[in-house]
T-cell receptor, first 115, second 108 residues
């Protein structure tokens, strides 16, 4: 196992609601990235946090926001949920430096269904 | 055009077969290259990094051609347990950029 944990495992929401997803990164990793994986697609980068600051963002609207805490755990918040937000949300952590700094380790994901 | 393109698959092969996956990427600034494996309804897991010199890990061989912006993965002596989706991944600075994945089914 990677040591990256996510909660909850599954979630069902309705359109217009708000959701918060949580991630605990692997010990020693100070960088966390979030990805959205729709059915039949590869994961798409949402944003990355490094030492509590946003460090890059993909092509997602502002209603997708995040936080990273001093212990490097992270949250993904999505406001005004839309049907197309239904997906597997993956959190990945990596050390910011060193030989393996580009290798990201994924948590098991949160499967979000928007009805 | 997608930044990372893969054979759409699915590939259905008998046990023991050799199978090759191809991938192209469009951004010449890409710095690192990987193959990830993803089982059904699970998270992606790193299979191997890909280097310009090529690298091998048991039955798996990965190749990178920077001039052609092309990455490949060869699986020899396929096992039933190799059945999964294989994701071609490139990295430039911050995010990983994933291909859509190629589904492999190894049949007994």
């Amino acid at each position: 196992e990677t040591g990256v944990t996510q909660s909850p495992t599954h979630l069902i929401k309705t359109r217009g609601q708000q959701v918060t997803l949580r991630c605990s990164s692997q010990s020693g990793h100070n960088t966390v990235s979030w990805y959205q994986q729709a059915l039949g697609q590869g994961p798409q980068f949402i944003f990355q946090y490094y030492r509590e600051e946003e460090n890059g963002r993909g092509n997602f609207p502002p209603r997708f926001s995040g936080l990273q805490f001093p212990n490097y755990s992270s949250e993904l918040n999505v406001n005004a949920l839309e049907l197309d937000d239904s997906a597997l949300y993956l959190c990945a952590s990596n050390p910011a430096s060193g030989r393996t700094h580009n290798e990201q380790f994924f948590g098991p994901g949160t499967r979000l269904t928007v009805l | 055009r997608k930044e990372v393109e893969q054979d759409p698959g699915p590939f259905n092969v008998p046990e023991g077969a050799t199978v090759a996956f191809n991938c192209t990427y469009s951004n010449s600034a890409s710095q690192s290259f990987f193959w990830y494996r993803q089982d059904c309804r699970k998270e992606p897991k790193l299979l191997m990094s890909v280097y310009s010199s090529g690298n091998e890990d048991g039955r798996f061989t990965a190749q990178l051609n920077r001039a052609s912006q092309y990455i490949s993965l060869l699986i020899r002596d396929s096992k039933l347990s190799d059945s999964a989706t294989y994701l071609c991944v490139v990295n430039r600075n911050t995010p990983l950029v994933f291909g859509k994945g190629t589904r492999l089914s190894v049949i007994a």
